[in-house]
């Protein structure tokens, strides 16, 4: 290239919404790059949106941009096109005159200008447009994410050439050879040119807060010239044996640069292209990088950018971004129905991250036997694919493309995409889609990974699933413990159940279709699914929680959060605004440790060979779905720190597998140590230590040196076991791992429980029912510990342990329109630790493994509207959208006598460790003088609680 003009800066604007056409003299001017809501251009939208957040200046329809630019006589004539990065539907004039038309929502829009630009003055208008996409887009056009945009939000420059110069440049590496394959085309041949090209390693000066450091070693290789003949470029570039490659731990890069030249050693072009040496392939049943194994530890990413409303251009915010990402240990993106610009992937280069972008299309691929084929949109589908890969397959990052999200339809179409992009560009790997067919699943030839959620029905290797996806998942439903994993779903013995027999001669099946619900053909089953492929978990997690409505403030660009507003509003009207922090705070400690267990759960699998997080941060959309531990700016909510996630999503996770988190006095601890590792340092010689503890003294401890193979994953360490103390009261006791020399450990909360007499708990004041005998102990006053079962009571809601699955008001409405359960939809508890009915049940504010039984046999009994005095002091925390007072127990005066209530099976709880530990807390302080409840309740308020009147 000869040079560039950057036309970045002031345009003339023109709003058209109603697509008329220039009307008069332009009325408006915008600073470019921009969108024309960033920039508050249009109507102020005033309304509300309860399932994201809010466009202020949202804006659909024609936007026209004009420019005048001056043509120096140094660049007169030059062959000449105009970049435009990043935006919508255009059209471009030059002088009136139309040159053309362009539609990628991925790729950069360039125009070749035919005749080059004479000097002096010349008009530049472009036409951007909004709506009428040749498809829907994904998140790159949907309200949930980005917003749908207009305007231009990247480069827009002119290229000037000179007269012979390299067309396109790929660039396909071969880590094995250690060489590079340079293609490309001359603009002309003229006879004795050559390409010369010379390598060295590229250092990028990065800030420290972007946790990269580049690499010491300097490797330049020597000039290597191919003569060029002919048009087409095709040249093996050596590196050498000492050439250095690229990898998510060592994202070595190189600078290539390009340069022709005429028969007598005159500079006719030169270019430089950034990229890596690197081969990620599919081995098995595992990634590989560079010949050795890597577990993808990945997150979704839907483009979610609140201060603008649109992704960022520049290097710099993207390298923010990753190395956030990267110290909670992240080492992969895919990229939800959308691709991000190239910065994204130049920060990967940078910090290395497996970039995974995906057509921007959810929904039927289908064929021409179809009588809802649409060719046209097809067309659209798979040329964006062939741009994509041309427009950034030069980085090393770009290792994988998926052809859309959840896709249906014709298997033999959606194979022979993948052919096609195959044989026109081998670097990526590419996959189907993510999670196609749901629920009747399969494989296809072509393709190199799978990315699901499970292989059958029942076959589930995940941790979390919507009520409208049944069954649920084994953090939802299983009682907790370290076994968990995966290997026997991914690889079964056996062969195909009754239950697929019978799915698969099912003509037509309904499924969850984005935020809808669908009818579509159901694929057969004729054998069990094995695959015979890496298997990424798609989508994990999903872990909700309340807002933080002090995020509120943060929102000061393009996008407002008014629905959190509602939310708040719903919250105060409830006259719960006073809990909106702790229910934060408490709900989101939850969602952390489910976190933990569906995270280790993946580390556990054998057979697994990633996964990806929906998310690391906040989904602004969709029903706003609060399912991270960051907010949607990236910024942390304070709940974990990323040393402490690290320990369960890092590229070496200890791991100890146990029964159960609950434990009696005296009972034999039994576990397996174990170790996944993927960095590239020896262990040889090390040892992990661990130790049992409670709050004052060691309980066990022990030492086993790691017995280190090199090029392995998987070690099992030692098996421990021991028998725990006798104690007197219920005891918090902690499991902690480590590697001395390093940063891997691990650290698990356990417990310990004394024996308690079944009988004398029996006879302590507990009730099941309220009685005319209860009715007449509260009116001698009497102090009363009242345990009702209320399976049919409609004034109460079942009780679940985990948080709810992304956000309630969504499935809720999912599940009404496929005619299947609603979700639960509550987040945990918030306790008041320090009230004395707890005391011999020592708690955090926060669930935590010790109320699980309690909960899951539990209802908690609505408040809303009776008792309104009344405090719980173990609260269940309910959604947005119902905020309902639960009340899980609560005390209160009836009439002259005390009463303490608790909506829990009696019958259940008494056969269960944890649950004799409760029932005795709560009955001894009902027979203390500590049981002074300050809340009265009248006897009929209580019968119509209770669902007795």
């Not at 208008?125 to 305007?151: A, C, E, F």
């Not at 039984?853 to 408040?863: A, F, G, K, T």
């Not at 002091?873 to 009439?895: A, M, S, Y």
Request: aromatic letters at 10%.
């Amino acid at each position: 290239m000869l040079t560039k003009m950057n036309l970045q800066g002031s345009w003339e604007l023109q709003l058209d919404e109603h697509k008329q056409g220039v009307q008069g003299p332009f009325n408006d001017t915008i600073t470019l790059p921009n969108t024309t809501s960033h920039a508050r251009k249009g109507r102020k939208n005033d309304e509300s949106q309860i399932g994201s957040l809010a466009d202020e200046y949202s804006y659909e329809g024609w936007v026209w941009l004009k420019r005048e630019i001056d043509i120096p006589s140094t660049l007169a004539g030059k062959k000449c096109s105009l970049y435009l990065e990043r935006t919508r539907i255009t059209k471009l004039w030059v002088d009136g005159e139309e040159v053309g038309a362009q539609d990628s929502l991925n790729t950069p829009h360039v125009y070749i200008l035919p005749e080059g630009l004479s000097e002096g003055e010349h008009t530049l208008t472009i036409r951007v447009d909004n709506t009428d996409y040749p498809t829907k887009g994904g998140h790159l056009t949907s309200v949930d994410t980005q917003t749908n945009w207009n305007g231009i939000t990247g480069k827009l420059e002119l290229h000037f050439y000179h007269d012979v110069h390299l067309g396109e440049v790929q660039i396909y590496p071969n880590a094995t050879e250690r060489t590079f394959r340079i293609t490309s085309t001359l603009s002309k041949s003229i006879p004795g040119t050559v390409l010369s090209v010379t390598a060295q390693t590229f250092k990028p000066l990065l800030k420290e807060t972007y946790g990269y450091v580049a690499s010491d070693r300097d490797h330049v290789v020597n000039e290597q010239t191919y003569p060029c003949s002919q048009d087409e470029v095709n040249v093996l570039y050596k590196m050498g044996d000492d050439a250095l490659l690229w990898s998510d731990s060592d994202p070595h890069l190189y600078v290539l640069t390009l340069t022709l030249m005429g028969e007598h050693g005159d500079v006719l072009d030169t270019t430089e292209i950034i990229t890596g040496l690197r081969d990620f392939e599919a081995n098995g049943d595992a990634f590989t990088i560079n010949g050795r194994k890597t577990f993808l530890r990945g997150k979704h990413d839907g483009l979610i950018f609140p201060l603008t409303g649109y992704a960022p251009t520049d290097v710099d915010e993207w390298l923010r971004i990753l190395s956030i990402s990267k110290s909670y240990g992240i080492n992969h993106y895919r990229f939800h129905t959308c691709c991000p610009p190239e910065a994204a992937f130049t920060a990967a280069d940078m910090l290395g991250i497996y970039m995974e972008p995906e057509l921007p299309f959810w929904g039927t691929i289908t064929d021409e036997l179809d009588p809802q084929h649409n060719q046209a949109e097809q067309d659209y589908l798979i040329r964006e694919g062939f741009a994509m890969l041309k427009a950034y397959g030069n980085h090393p990052s770009f290792v994988m493309m998926s052809l859309g999200n959840e896709l249906w339809g014709s298997k033999e179409r959606l194979n022979a995409i993948i052919k096609a992009y195959r044989a026109f560009d081998p670097r990526p790997l590419y996959t189907q889609g993510s999670n196609n067919f749901q629920f009747t699943p399969l494989i296809l030839e072509e393709e190199d990974f799978y990315c699901g959620v499970r292989f059958s029905k029942d076959r589930l290797f995940r941790g979390s699933y919507a009520m409208c996806d049944a069954p649920l998942g084994h953090v939802q439903t299983d009682v907790p413990g370290t076994l968990k994993d995966y290997d026997d779903m991914i690889l079964p013995v056996g062969t195909v159940s009754e239950n697929e027999r019978i799915q698969a001669e099912e003509s037509e099946i309904q499924i969850q279709y984005g935020t809808e619900a669908k009818t579509v053909k159901a694929a057969s089953v004729e054998q069990q699914l094995i695959p015979h492929l890496p298997v990424i978990s798609h989508e994990i997690g999903q872990y909700a929680m309340y807002p933080n409505y002090e995020e509120i403030e943060k929102y000061t660009g393009s996008l407002k959060a008014k629905n959190f507003e509602v939310f708040r509003e719903r919250l105060q009207s409830k006259g719960m605004g006073h809990l909106a922090e702790p229910f934060f705070k408490s709900s989101g400690k939850l969602a952390v440790a489910c976190y933990k267990e569906e995270l280790e759960a993946a580390f556990r699998s054998n057979h697994l060979a990633g996964f990806q997080l929906l998310d690391l941060q906040d989904f602004s959309g969709q029903g706003t779905a609060l399912v991270g531990i960051l907010d949607a700016f990236m910024d942390s909510k304070g709940l974990v720190i990323p040393e402490e996630w690290r320990t369960y999503c890092s590229d070496a996770v200890l791991l100890a597998r146990f029964e159960k988190f609950n434990y009696n006095s005296g009972e034999d601890f039994n576990a397996h140590i174990q170790l996944r590792y993927y960095r590239t340092d020896s262990l040889r010689g090390y040892n992990v230590e661990w130790e049992m503890r409670d709050s004052d003294q060691r309980i066990a401890q022990g030492k086993d040196e790691i017995s280190f193979v090199s090029g392995e994953t998987w070690f099992e360490i030692s098996q421990i076991k021991f028998k725990l103390p006798d104690v007197k009261k219920m005891t918090p006791i902690t499991l902690s791992l480590h590697i001395p020399g390093t940063d891997i450990r691990k650290q698990y909360d356990l417990w310990i429980y004394p024996d308690h007499d079944v009988t004398a708990i029996e006879h302590d004041y507990i009730y099941k029912e309220l009685s005319n005998e209860v009715i007449n102990l509260l009116e001698k006053g009497e102090s009363v510990l009242l345990l009702p079962t209320l399976e049919d009571n409609d004034n109460s809601v079942e009780g679940t342990y985990c948080t709810d699955f992304w956000c309630y008001p969504m499935f809720r409405s999912i599940s009404e329109s496929m005619n299947k359960q609603v979700p639960i939809g509550t987040l945990g508890l918030l306790i008041n630790n320090a009230h004395p009915a707890l005391k011999h049940f020592p708690s955090e504010v926060y669930s935590t493994y010790p109320w699980w039984h309690i909960v899951m046999n539990s209802r908690s009994i609505i408040l809303d509207k009776v008792a309104e005095n009344v405090q719980p002091f173990v609260q269940t925390i309910d959604n947005f959208e119902r905020n309902h007072k639960l009340g899980l127990l609560f005390e209160c005066q009836v009439g002259k006598g005390k009463l303490l209530v608790g909506a829990l099976n009696y019958d259940k709880l008494i056969n269960q460790t944890e649950g004799r530990q409760l029932l005795y807390s709560l009955a001894q302080y009902v027979k203390s003088e500590d049981f002074q409840p300050e809340a009265k309740i009248e006897l009929d308020e209580l019968q119509q609680l209770l669902g007795k009147k």
